[in-house]
């Protein structure tokens, strides 16, 4: 018969694993935030030491970056596949030009609007939308995409027609002592800032754990009390409201809106780039931005006939290599070289 001391020696053995996951998943949590306020130092720091063209290639990464992270939130985390994703970026810029052109509408009001705007549109289309899945719910997106840009051509009293609007940037307060470019890449950054925090506390809620439920396995999801339609209609819904955040600061970047700058080729590239840079991982969007930027520019300058061909052929490169994204070959690179560093 067990005494006491025995039984307690038992159950603190069987009791080690558990410790030893928490204590791990403690230790990554925290170098998951150090990371992530070296690079908030280092974002900080950036615009004081580029040229004022780099500057503004930083600002659309994190703009992009914005809208990658609501196509992460419904792609990589809810298991939707989405085609039309250039449509609610399209409202969140034009629904942020209308207010400032028109109503002379402070251009940091103009954010929360155009952002609930997008999140009612991607509702109101999501409940119809979400009855659908794979193909079909691709092919219904893709069509939204289309006829946008028509669309927009159409109410040229309002929207400016095929010529667009051409808008005053936000400018920079005295007291901040700041050029027009580093002011606007600051208010993208907070904008970014806040996306993030924003996704990675919906991610981490009961929200979070039913979208991971319903990717994974949708009849499982559902024997276990999970409302199907409803939360991947949040899904959408959430996925268009950052994507109209975005469009509104790509708004105040670029001063100026069109409907071609908003064709069926934007949603299928910022698809793209999301399954590029890491389709549920955190740091995906902003490699997927990265990608987003700056590789169509060296295709440009690899070869000014063809860079759309180039283009593709680095996509299919890239995950070649990284069948699972730039954040997972970060991730195996990481693991590989701390391995070597415990054997040493």
Avoid at 36 to 47: D, E, G, N, S
Avoid at 246 to 261: E, K, L, M, N, R
Avoid at 285 to 296: A, T
Wanted: charged share 10%.
């Amino acid at each position: 018969m067990s005494g006491p001391a025995e039984v307690t020696e038992k159950a603190a053995r069987a009791d080690a694993p558990t410790r030893g996951r928490s204590l791990a998943r403690v230790a990554t949590a925290h170098r998951q935030w150090i990371v992530m306020a070296v690079l908030l130092a280092v974002a900080c720091y950036a615009p004081f030491q580029l040229v004022p063209f780099r500057v503004f290639q930083l600002t659309m990464v994190l703009v992009y970056a914005v809208a990658l992270l609501g196509l992460n939130l419904l792609v990589g985390h809810a298991g939707q596949i989405s085609l039309g994703h250039g449509a609610f970026f399209a409202v969140g810029a034009y629904g942020s030009a209308i207010m400032i052109d028109r109503w002379d509408t402070p251009h940091l009001v103009t954010l929360p609007i155009a952002a609930a705007v997008a999140f009612a549109l991607g509702l109101a289309l999501g409940l119809p939308a979400m009855r659908l899945r794979g193909l079909y719910l691709a092919l219904v997106t893709l069509a939204i995409a289309i006829f946008l840009v028509p669309l927009l051509k159409r109410f040229e009293a309002v929207t400016g027609g095929s010529m667009g609007l051409t808008l005053g940037k936000p400018v920079p307060p005295a007291w901040t002592g700041l050029a027009e470019d580093q002011w606007l890449y600051f208010l993208a950054l907070a904008v970014t800032v806040v996306a993030f925090l924003l996704s990675h506390g919906l991610l981490r809620s009961r929200v979070g754990r039913a979208l991971h439920a319903i990717r994974d396995n949708e009849a499982a999801a559902e024997v276990m009390g999970v409302r199907l339609s409803f939360y991947k209609t949040l899904a959408f819904a959430w996925s268009a409201m950052f994507a109209g955040a975005a469009g509104c600061v790509y708004t105040w970047v670029i001063g100026f809106v069109s409907p071609d700058s908003f064709v069926l080729t934007l949603s299928i590239t910022l698809l793209a780039s999301i399954v590029v840079g890491g389709l549920g991982s955190f740091s995906g969007p902003l490699l997927g931005g990265l990608f987003m930027m700056f590789v169509p520019s060296i295709s440009q300058d690899v070869n000014d006939a063809a860079p759309g061909v180039i283009f593709g052929l680095l996509i299919i490169a890239v995950m070649y290599v990284a069948p699972t994204g730039l954040a997972g070959l970060a991730g195996r690179m990481t693991r590989s070289i701390t391995k070597i560093l415990r054997k040493e």
